[in-house]
């Protein structure tokens, strides 16, 4: 009897589950997709198994916020999945470390170097950056230009002028910039091979282990990489290049922690420096999927465009470029930048935690070492809370301040492990989209609309790349005289 109700206190789960692979067999590209199915089955609090383990999928505002609140600490830890092993420094690095002391001071940098008061310091490079990308815009002549790889190459160099002081995607890019291309490409295209292995442990001793040896060699190459940007700064690799010594003036994310390194050494040893660089790097690739999705929605809406344009001629004017300060005055560009995160939330489950003690969610007992995913996509699709879910919509925004609403909104994560990049991500996002829809007039390749179909991720981004087609604005083709 007692094993009976132990058994039937756990949350709902469907019914039939295989040996060894549990209920993967319900799972299909893109995960948030068929979890939500799930949910729809089985309520907001399901247990299910993925191989050897435990996963609650949880996809209400409510047990959500009693997760990430009065079950916090114990869902603060992260899960020990592969990539956080091969390519998170062995379980230290940010986003793949447990919750301890060594998390929380890696976090509590992170938080600092990434806090409001820090953001000057960084905001000449993101403008710059910005016109160099109108710059690339203006000379397209009208013709179809691939936004993806736009947003993308913009997003990694400012994440590397951030952190180095150098650019590595344009016109005369030398080796190191191709090193570092090879490093991001084989990074994207190995992240989604571990998946299943990582649940399945026969599959990592069978067909695994090749993919084990890959993420290896490429932690050793990227490794090694950022080992060389780290000595470059601190000038023992040998001559200072001019760029790494234009980066010294800006004072990069990298001298900024080695500078701390002289009072606190084992705060900010070589592994903690480089495992930021790689967090920030990801953020900086959440912010070109969501950049892309933005203008996307935007294309499929030109009224929606239109209005935001207006706005901005308004508040800045046909004299001068959309600047960071002007931002918060936009405030209809940021209710379309919050729809488009509501409807398509790039990390659509957050990033996985784990119980490090039994406990109650909905009611439910939720064992220890229980994998937690919180589908976001699910809770920001809800016609539950969200009237008319689909239907792309900034005006619901109106009044709300801000980028999270309870827990029925919240695209940066809640609580201890809330994203520390928010106040980054929102200026670059909404100075890149001002300025493009400031300076040109944008159009669909053709009368068809925009596949908004998503791809597998994370990050969640679009299947298909954005195509799109600008031509210069008549009221403001001064502004880009220069270009
Ligand atoms: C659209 C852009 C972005 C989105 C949607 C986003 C979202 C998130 C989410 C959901 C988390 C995990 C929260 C949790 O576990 O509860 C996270 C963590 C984090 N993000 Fe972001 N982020 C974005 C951009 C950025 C940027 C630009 C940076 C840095 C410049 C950044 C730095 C970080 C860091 C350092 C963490 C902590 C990782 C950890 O503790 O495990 N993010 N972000």
């Given at each position: 009897?007692?094993?009976f ?8 789960s469907?019914f ?10 319900l799972?299909?590209?893109p ?15 399901a ?6 383990s435990r996963?609650?999928v ?9 997760c990430l609140?009065k079950?916090?600490l114990?869902?603060?830890n992260?899960?020990c999945?592969?990539?956080g ?18 998390w929380q001071?890696?976090y509590?940098?992170?938080s600092?170097?990434?806090?409001a ?7 000449s490079?993101?403008?710059n950056e910005?016109k160099s990308?109108l ?12 936004m993806?790889s736009a947003?993308f190459e913009?997003?990694?160099n400012?994440?590397?002028q951030?952190?180095?002081?150098k650019?590595y995607y344009g016109?005369?890019?030398g080796?190191e ?15 989604g091979?571990t998946?299943?292995g990582e ?6 001793w069978m067909?695994l282990k090749?993919v084990?040896e890959?993420l290896?060699?490429?932690q ?10 780290i ?6 690799g040998g001559e ?12 990069t994310?990298i001298?900024?922690?080695?500078s701390?390194r002289e ?7 070589d ?7 790689q967090?920030?790097?990801m953020g900086?690739?959440?912010l070109?999927a969501?950049?892309?999705?933005t ?9 929606i465009?239109k209005?935001?344009q207006?706005?901005i001629?308004e508040?800045?004017?046909?004299d001068?470029l959309?600047?960071?300060s ?10 379309v930048?919050k729809e488009?995160m509501?409807?398509y939330?790039?990390?659509p489950l ?6 490090v003690?039994?406990c ?5 007992r ?5 994998i937690?995913l919180?589908?976001?996509?699910y809770?920001?699709n809800?016609?539950e809370?969200w ?15 801000g980028?999270k609403?309870?827990?029925?909104m919240m ?7 809330r994203?520390?990049g ?5 200026s670059?996002?909404?100075l890149?989209l001002?300025?493009?829809i400031?300076c040109?007039?944008w159009n669909r390749i053709s ?6 179909t998503?791809g597998s ?6 299947a298909?790349p ?8 008549s ?9």
């Open positions: 009897m007692r094993l109700h132990r058994i039937r206190s756990l949350p709902p469907p039939l589950v295989f040996p060894v692979i549990g209920h993967l067999y799972l299909r590209n995960l948030h997709r068929s979890l939500s199915w799930i949910s729809r089955q089985y309520g907001p609090v247990l299910l198994r993925f191989g050897s996963i609650l949880v996809s209400s505002p409510d047990a959500a916020e009693e609140t079950n916090g114990v869902f603060a992260r899960p999945l592969l990539a092993k091969h390519l998170g420094y062995n379980y230290t690095s940010l986003a793949r470390s447990p919750y301890g002391n060594h001071n890696i509590s940098i992170a600092q170097i990434l806090s008061h820090n953001l000057p310091t960084i905001s490079i993101r403008a910005v990308l710059h690339r815009l203006a000379k397209s002549g009208g013709q179809s230009v691939n993806k947003f913009l997003m990694l400012a994440g590397m951030m952190i180095a002081g650019r016109e005369n890019v080796e910039a191709i090193k570092f291309m090879e490093i991001v490409t084989e990074l994207f295209s190995i992240s091979t998946k299943m649940f399945l442990p026969f599959l990592r067909g090749g084990e890959k290896m060699a490429l050793k190459k990227r490794d090694e990489f950022m080992q060389s940007l000595d470059e700064s601190q000038g023992s200072e290049s001019p760029e790494a010594a234009e980066g010294r003036k800006k004072k994310l001298q900024v922690l080695l701390r009072t606190e050494p084992e705060c900010y040893e592994e903690t420096i480089k495992s930021l660089m967090v920030i790097l900086f690739d959440m070109a969501t950049m892309e999705w203008l996307s929605a935007m294309l499929n809406h030109p009224k465009l209005k935001a207006a706005e001629d508040v800045v004017g046909h001068r959309v600047s960071e002007d931002l918060p005055k936009l405030s209809y560009l940021h209710s930048i488009t509501r409807m939330p790039v990390g957050l990033v996985p935690h784990e119980s003690e039994e109650r969610v909905g009611g439910y939720v064992p220890r070492g229980t937690l919180i589908n976001l996509f809770i920001h809800d016609p809370y009237p008319d879910p689909t239907n792309f919509n900034p005006e619901r925004f109106e009044g709300m301040e980028l609403d309870g827990y029925k695209p940066f994560g809640s609580g201890r492990t994203c520390p928010e106040n980054v991500a929102i670059m996002i909404g890149t001002g300025s493009l400031q040109f007039e009368d068809e609309l925009i596949d908004m998503e991720g994370p990050p969640m981004r679009k298909q954005l195509l799109a087609k600008c031509s210069h604005r009221a403001t083709s001064d502004l880009l005289s220069w270009a």
